[in-house]
């Protein structure tokens, strides 16, 4: 492996403070996280930061050469932008490192009022081609997009040969095959926007019968989601890894998605040849455990490659969704 490739940002994920500090302990050159409202995509009870552990948490991010980026990642309702400015407000007063942002209005507004401050275009804006990604750079400054993963490596270096910004890619956790940033099933199912109230399956809306055999039926609102026995592991309801039964089919299957988990471990290389600037780990919602053990894997793979090694990836089949890993789109267009 040659010496010559640049040395790319491991951006990683924070759902509270301690989340935090233990990803900057475990390697993490930058944390992403998300103010305790509707302006970020996992906007779930007992996650998230208040204006206060924000504050406090880039001045230990800092200390520790550690860069923390806001997630400020929904679509604001009509007439109701006043929260997501707040959160910018806010965010530029702590000092932020960078702020990812999905929504144009949202966009405009930072731009305008804070034109040094550093912006990040979201997954959940799904700019994929050179047009989009183009448009967002020459309106709004964009300094770097984060790629849906829908993309193939011959398709991220070309587009890396076209942008002017920087690329960042996920490399591990949640698979994320719908069309990001504009899924509507769980707005559908229970009144609430992953888009725009940053919650995808409410906790509030998940409901566990089991019958007198022990087996599971999962529910999300009045949906049946997917039947366990008593032998498997229930998944956490979300519509788009559900089992469902149709009539051409005898068995219920996965319609959309299978519960699994992106593990791009062996195309690290090839991701820092094309281009990638920052390899994005997955998981807000997920526990320090994951956080450390996840977070200190990818560091040590990293280092490897950069001192011309292979890359040494411990076993983190046990931190996927359903035990199962993929490398999704990004070898091939090849996924159910």
């Known amino acids: 492996m040659t010496t010559k490739l ?17 990803a900057v302990e475990a390697g993490a050159d930058a944390v992403y996280c998300g103010f305790q409202n509707a302006t970020n995509a996992r906007n779930f009870p007992g996650l998230n930061f208040t204006p206060e552990e924000m504050e406090q948490s880039i001045v230990y991010a800092h200390e520790h050469n550690a860069k923390v980026l806001l997630a400020a990642n929904t ?12 959160a910018i407000d806010d965010a530029v007063h702590f000092g932020i490192d960078a702020i990812i942002i999905a929504d144009i209005g949202i966009a405009h507004y930072t731009k305008t009022k804070y034109p ?5 275009l979201s997954v959940q804006a799904g700019a994929p081609s050179v047009e989009a990604i183009k448009y967002y750079c ?19 270096k070309a587009l890396h040969d076209e942008i002017p910004c920087e690329i960042e890619s996920f490399i591990f956790g949640n698979h994320g095959l719908m069309a990001e940033g504009r899924c509507s099933l769980t707005n559908y199912a229970t009144g609430q926007s992953t888009n725009m109230d940053g919650v995808c399956s409410s906790a509030s809306h998940v409901k566990y019968e089991e019958d007198k055999n022990h087996n599971l039926t999962t529910k999300l609102g009045e949906f049946t989601i997917d039947c366990f026995t008593c032998d498997q592991n229930a998944g956490y309801p979300t519509i788009c890894k559900g089992r469902y039964k149709v009539p051409h089919k005898e068995d219920p299957y996965y319609a959309f998605e299978e519960p699994i988990s992106l593990n791009l471990a062996n195309l690290l290389p090839e991701l820092m040849i094309a281009g990638v600037t920052a390899l994005k780990i997955e998981g807000r919602q997920r526990s ?15 280092d490897n490659i950069m001192v011309g090694e292979n890359p040494k990836l411990a076993d983190l089949l046990a ?4 035990h199962k890993q993929t490398q999704g ?4 267009k090849r996924w159910r």
């Open 319 to 322: 931190f996927t969704e359903g």
């Open 6 to 22: 640049t040395r790319p940002e491991l951006v990683c994920p924070a759902g509270t403070p301690a989340a935090l500090r233990t």
């Open 75 to 86: 679509f604001p309702p009509a007439g109701k932008t006043q929260l997501w400015k707040q």
């Open 116 to 120: 040094e401050q550093r912006l990040h």
């Open 288 to 302: 320090r455990a994951y956080v450390k053990a996840v977070v200190s894997a990818w560091r040590q793979a990293v």
């Open 138 to 156: 020459e309106e709004f400054g964009i300094r770097r997009v984060v790629l849906p993963r829908i993309l193939t490596i011959p398709e991220i």
């Open 329 to 332: 789109a990004f070898e091939s």
